[in-house]
């Protein structure tokens, strides 16, 4: 071959010896011989194949004889492949013809053109074929049992509603309410009267001043067909939208009750109430109450002006330039200094609050302040053991080991000495609270065994408030116990707590005696407030316009890394 010369392939030679490898498979034979085809005029009609005799190949082809002849292993033939093979043939009389003509050596065929047409002919059987019906799914015979908008019931006459709700509108000039005429609204729909506010919100009230018929009809219409229990819909009113969830902003009333509420309702300290944790908890039939009762003072879970004065005036009693931020040497003064400062420092470490403002500023809101107080004062409910308990797990791994208790003693060990004490040493210390707390596990407390412990609140104060430490080491453990084991209505410390500071606060103001604190000059504007809203406030609708007092900046949210991670 003279040099620069490329080889050039034979591609059609070897197409056919490939194609006349397939032909010469025993399923192909096997096929073959069973129909006989007919043949055009002029030619031998092919005959039927004797059984273990080979059809014969176009000249200058030679078939293998044995499987073997071939180099290279040979893949066997599919079940499904063969099937295909056989409809298409026994479909389509031409290609059986040329088949039959390419074995005989009468007609030759291209491969390429065979290939071809049988492919087409397969995409026509394809698209012709009935498509059998499926067996239904196993999962349809499931009945649903997982309803995030509550669970559909079949009773209710949504006609029915919109027009008794169409006739309240009625009575109002030019069929258009104003917010003085929701509550009448809201009879109409079912709803509790204090659910006036997020009523004319949710139709877009606030913008206009009034709503109208037609919108609210067709916003109460579209609740009605996608909300089917009270938490759903107090939901739908309240969230902003393309959210599931309600976050602080959402709530209208002042920013104290709206941490009463947080604190009680988001158990998953996550910052968004989901429609689960508002049907476990009591806040929409605390909510109802207030129609009810006269004096909101005795709805103490979360609306009692009382617990609000109360929170209020501690808080400004420690924010001594009333910019309505506490650093930690404010919130160190709590209590005359009952909280170690190892606590404090936990507290303004970001381990309970929300956000980097606390961390970069060093000052804590009021908000956190509503959430520090209830849980000081009260231990024993699950919120304030998880706030405390977030506290002491330094190093985050859900359990307090030896070391995290021994940090906090040390302290408290110190301040005893300090004041004439004898300390406990910390392993009768130590001894004493795992036989309180009985841990399941030896070596460290998690937070079940404290959230199933009775005396939780004995186990923080031993280790950060030395004042009540100092108390409960003045009872008997015994005393304790029949305390905690009360059973019937009995106040909880906080209400406890909330009650003796607002009747002393309410008889030194009767007295006309000045707080002794050293702000006498200070407490002049919010005394004033305070006094001027303590008769209207009772009577207030729950979800009206906030006041002054309540212009305190909330929690800047990012919805990443600042918000708590639930435990």
């Known amino acids: 071959m003279p040099p620069g010369k490329v080889l050039q392939p034979v591609l059609k030679m070897k197409v056919d010896e490939l194609f006349l490898r397939w032909l010469s498979e025993s399923g192909t034979q096997l096929m073959l011989q069973e129909w006989p085809v007919p043949t055009a005029p002029g030619r031998r009609r092919m005959e039927r194949a004797e059984p273990g005799r080979r059809l014969d190949c176009p000249a200058g082809l030679v078939l293998p004889r044995e499987r073997g002849a071939w180099p290279g292993p040979r893949r066997p033939m599919r079940a499904d492949g063969m099937?295909?093979?056989?409809?298409?043939?026994?479909?389509d009389p031409d290609l059986r013809q040329e088949l039959a003509s390419l074995a005989r050596g009468c007609d030759f065929v291209l491969p390429s053109r065979f290939k071809k047409r049988l492919k087409a002919f397969q995409q026509v059987q394809v698209q012709t074929k009935k498509e059998e019906p499926l067996p239904p799914a196993a999962s349809q015979s499931i009945p649903a049992f997982y309803f995030p908008r509550?669970?559909?019931?079949e009773t209710v006459n949504v006609d029915a509603v919109i027009a008794k709700i169409e006739r309240a509108f009625a009575q109002f000039p030019h069929e258009r309410a104003t917010m003085e005429n929701m509550g009448l609204v809201a009879k109409a729909c079912g709803c509790p009267l204090y659910w006036k506010a997020p009523l004319f919100c949710g139709a877009g009230g606030e913008r206009t001043g009034s709503v109208s018929v037609h919108k609210f009809v067709a916003m109460w219409r579209k609740v009605l067909h996608g909300c089917h229990d009270d938490a759903a819909k107090f939901v739908h009113l309240l969230m902003n939208p393309g959210c599931n969830y309600l976050v602080q902003e959402d709530f209208v009333p002042f920013l104290q009750v709206i941490q009463r509420i947080f604190y009680t309702v988001n158990r998953s300290w996550s910052g968004r109430i989901t429609c689960a944790e508002l049907r476990r908890s009591t806040f929409l039939q605390n909510v109802a109450l207030l129609e009810e009762e006269a004096d909101i003072n005795q709805l103490t879970e979360y609306f009692s002006y009382e617990h609000f004065y109360v929170i209020y005036c501690k808080f400004w009693e420690l924010d001594t330039d009333h910019d309505l931020l506490i650093d930690a040497q404010d919130l160190a003064r709590h209590n005359d200094h009952a909280i170690s400062a190892k606590m404090i420092d936990r507290i303004f470490s970001g381990a309970v609050t929300r956000g980097r403002k606390v961390q970069k500023e060093g000052k804590i809101s009021y908000a956190d302040f509503v959430w520090f107080l209830i849980s000081e004062e009260d231990k024993k409910t699950p919120t304030s053991i998880e706030y405390w308990f977030r506290c002491m797990d330094l190093d985050g791994d859900g359990a307090l080991s030896m070391f995290e208790l021994e940090y906090f003693y040390e302290e408290q060990c110190r301040r005893l000495d300090s004041m004439a004490i004898e300390a406990l040493?910390?392993?009768d210390c130590l001894?004493?609270?795992?036989?309180?707390?009985?841990?399941?596990?030896?070596g460290k407390i998690t937070l079940r065994d404290l959230k199933q412990c009775k005396l939780a609140n004995v186990f923080f104060d031993t280790f950060f408030n030395i004042e009540k430490y100092l108390d409960h080491e003045q009872k008997e453990q015994v005393c304790l116990l029949r305390e905690s084991d009360s059973d019937g209505p009995e106040l909880s410390d906080w209400e406890k707590y909330a009650a003796e500071e607002y009747d002393i606060l309410v008889a030194e103001e009767a007295a006309g005696e000045p707080w002794e604190?050293?702000?006498?000059?200070?407490?002049?504007?919010?005394?004033?407030?305070?006094?001027?809203?303590?008769?209207?406030?009772?009577?207030?609708?729950?979800?009206?316009?906030p006041s002054a007092l309540s212009a305190v900046d909330l929690y800047e949210y990012a919805c990443a890394d600042d918000d708590l991670q639930p435990l």
């Open 517 to 545: 604190d050293g702000y006498d000059a200070e407490l002049s504007p919010v005394d004033q407030k305070l006094s001027a809203l303590r008769t209207p406030l009772a009577q207030r609708p729950f979800f009206e316009a």
């Open 431 to 442: 001894c004493q609270m795992l036989d309180l707390v009985k841990p399941r596990s030896e």
């Open 425 to 427: 040493p910390f392993q």
């Open 83 to 91: 099937r295909l093979r056989e409809l298409s043939l026994r479909g």
């Open 150 to 153: 509550g669970r559909p019931k």
